[in-house]
């Protein structure tokens, strides 16, 4: 390696010892237009200037295009006098250029993928009042399409797609609530559901109710599942039936909600219990109840 070469490459890891790195990458089709996008360690949605500008009819990339060195610290696409009073919002944030490394450890330069629509929205609300030039309007008829693209689905939905960030979204969403709803310790037994819960539920089902002492129909169990816990967030039931397993004899260690939380999770399981007895409250059977129970 020359000289030169290693001075250069000693001054960039001085001046971004810290050059964030993207964890997933894919291509986004749309509106005619392939662009690579990445998602960074932060989450933050990115699309490759390189491709950012040829869809934007900016091919050619000029030395200070490349490093996206401009006083106004706006992308070549959008720098005319013409377009200035359509850079509203964050739009000017969003044009900010970001370096970082790619899945591949290859350097890049992006921008944060929110500034695809809002660029396009620029375009076209110029075109609609007749402010582009004769060279703007070419690139005024691909951002329209673009939006069209763009108009049922959001951008980062689209990044997330094409990368496969869209599975750790989800799982990420989903440890979020569980940790939000389940405890890591199990809570010291409380009579969470009331006898006026058990009443109605033996009088919609035609049940004669059972004296003290006596346990309840199996049956049970699965319409507290279906009615109580599968109407809290999508994951919750799954995650406790994994936590409090049924053993060799057919019974769990403990009841599903001490496992909840007292903010949230037993506050919704409460509130769930309450709608659910009022509704078999005026239901007369268990046909009628179920009605009911699609509203709740």
Known sequence: ?????????????????TMPKATHSGLLQIGGQELACDVLQDGTR??????????????KIGGKERRGEDATNLPPFLIANNLTPYLDGQIRVWASPIRYKGTNGQKYIGYDARLLPEACKVYVRAQDE?????????????????????????????????TGYEKIRERTELERILSAYINEEVRQWTNVFPNSFFEQAYRIHGWTYPKLGKNHPQYLGKFINEYIYSKLPDGILDELKRRNPINPNGNRQHKHHQHLTKEKGQDHLE??????????RLAKNLEQFKEFAENI
């Not at 990115?46 to 091919?59: D, S």
């Open 130 to 162: 007749n402010s582009l030039q004769e060279n703007q309007i070419k690139i005024a008829s691909v951002c329209r399409t673009m939006l069209y693209g763009l108009a049922t689905i959001g951008i980062i939905a689209l990044v997330d797609s094409c």
């Open 46 to 59: 990115i699309i490759r200037q390189k491709n950012f500008l040829k869809a934007m009819g900016r091919g």
């Open 271 to 280: 509130k769930q219990i309450v709608a659910v007895t009022t509704a078999m």
């Open 1 to 17: 390696m020359e000289r030169k070469e290693i001075c250069s490459k000693a001054a960039n890891e001085r001046w971004h010892p």
